[in-house]
C-alpha cells in the first residue's frame, strides 16, 4: 500500500503545482460555466474553511492522524484485512499527507475545484483521495460485518 500512498502523494502535489502554475493569477476558469470552475484558493482552515488561520494546529492534527492511520493500516495489513480496507485506508493516508505537506510547508492547503452547481466548498485532489477512502471504509465495515455474520449463521448451522 506505500505505493500506492506514494502515487496518491505525487498526483496531488503535481495538481497543486500545476493550479498555482497555471490558476494563481485568474479569477477563475468555467470548465462548465456556473458548473464546475478551475478556482486557485489558499485555504488556512480544514474544509469548508473550518478553523481557519490555525494551520499550525491542523498540520499536527494531520500529523497525528497520518501516523495513526499508517500504525492501524500495518496491524491490519497484518491481520489479513480485505484488499477493500487497505485501499481505502491508503486513500485516506494519502490525502491526508498531500494536505499536511501544504499546511506544513506553505502555510495555507492549495484548493482548485470549484463546484458551484451546488455552491460547494472549493477542493482539491487529496481532500477527493480522503472522501473516496473514507466511503471506502465505511463500505470496508459494512460487507466486512455481513461476512461475519454469514460465517456466524453457517458455523451455527452445522
Known amino acids: 500500500m506505500t505505493g500506492l500512498i506514494v502515487l496518491i502523494v505525487v498526483m496531488d502535489r503535481i495538481a497543486k503545482f ?7 493569477d485568474q479569477m477563475s476558469y468555467g470548465l462548465w460555466p ?3 470552475h478551475l478556482t486557485y484558493t489558499e485555504n488556512t482552515g480544514a474544509a469548508f474553511s473550518i478553523l481557519s488561520s490555525h494551520t499550525t494546529l491542523l498540520a499536527v492534527f494531520s500529523f497525528i492522524m497520518v ?3 499508517s500504525y492501524y493500516l500495518y496491524r491490519r495489513k497484518k491481520e489479513e484485512a480485505s484488499l477493500l480496507e487497505q485501499i481505502s485506508l491508503a486513500f485516506i493516508i494519502g490525502g491526508a499527507i498531500g494536505n499536511l505537506y501544504d499546511r506544513a510547508i506553505l502555510g495555507y492547503v492549495i484548493d482548485f475545484f470549484d463546484f458551484r452547481l451546488i455552491n460547494f466548498a472549493v477542493f482539491n485532489v487529496a481532500d ?3 472522501t473516496v477512502g473514507a466511503i471506502l ?10 461476512k461475519k ?3 456466524h449463521d453457517t458455523t451455527t448451522q452445522n
Open 18 to 24: 500545476l493550479a498555482a502554475l497555471f490558476l494563481k
Open 34 to 36: 456556473n458548473v464546475f
Open 67 to 69: 501516523v495513526g492511520l
Open 128 to 130: 477527493s483521495f480522503i
Open 137 to 146: 471504509l465505511v463500505l470496508s465495515l459494512i460487507l466486512d460485518e455481513k
Open 149 to 151: 455474520k454469514h460465517q
